[in-house]
T-cell receptor, first 114, second 113 residues
């Protein structure tokens, strides 16, 4: 089945760009998502990309999808202290029961240095 | 807009006790999910429902039961709590189909002692 992997930690300086990476195993995954979880809160959908797209930009967020390598990245420009959170990559695989499942990575904890 | 609401937010149980977690959504979503979140393991799907009156097992269903008697509510039950069920539980809902963007509740922190 689908597996989604992320590195656990990322530390960046305030004002720099953050790049959070994710790899997935199911090449037929249809939608790929980025969620943000702030301390003590649920997951908030940040953005998503459909598998026939290579890039999606939304204000400070840029999502890049490399289908050949099954690699997804989230770039946050001008990282601010409010961006400190855990970021989850997720994928919706294809298949008869895929419409019921969203597979999540373990999350990347982003910390911001002054 | 309420979105997805979970109750309670915190609970401490003794081993062997039972409890029910309630999830309510007001977005008319067909699909609802229960996940547990443990350190370093991300989110794991416990059970899900694709519509009123239906439920199905996810990745880690053992020790849990669910019911979806009404479209807006999805209940997660622990019949005999165990310390291994200490976790943060998240409910989510989505429209279904391939555009699976899910909306999450705030979570329930459960401790079993």
């Amino acid at each position: 089945g689908e597996d989604v992997e992320q590195s656990l930690f990322l530390s960046v300086r305030e004002g720099d760009s953050s790049v959070i990476n994710c790899t997935y195993t199911d090449s037929s995954s249809t939608y790929l998502y980025w969620y943000k979880q702030e301390p003590g809160a649920g997951l908030q959908l940040l953005t998503y990309i459909f598998s026939n797209m290579d890039m999606k930009q939304d204000q400070r967020l840029t999502v890049l999808l490399n289908k050949k390598d099954k690699h997804l990245s989230l770039r946050i420009a001008d990282t601010q202290t409010g961006d400190s959170a855990i970021y989850f990559c997720a994928a919706t695989p294809r298949g008869p029961s895929s419409a019921s499942k969203i597979i999540f990575g373990s999350g990347t904890r982003l910390s911001i240095r002054p | 807009n309420a979105g997805v609401t979970q109750t309670p937010k915190f609970r401490v149980l003794k081993t062997g006790q039972s409890m029910t977690l309630l999830c309510a959504q007001d977005m008319n979503h067909e699909y609802m999910y229960w996940y547990r979140q443990d350190p370093g393991m991300g989110l794991r799907l416990i059970h899900y429902s694709v519509g009123e009156g239906t439920t199905a097992k996810g990745e880690v269903p053992d020790g849990y039961n669910v019911s979806r008697l009404k479209k807006q509510n999805f209940l997660l039950g622990l019949e005999s709590a165990a310390p291994s069920q200490t976790s943060v539980y998240f409910c989510a809902s989505s429209y279904g189909g391939e555009a699976q963007a899910a909306f999450f509740g705030q979570g329930t922190r459960l401790t079993v002692v």
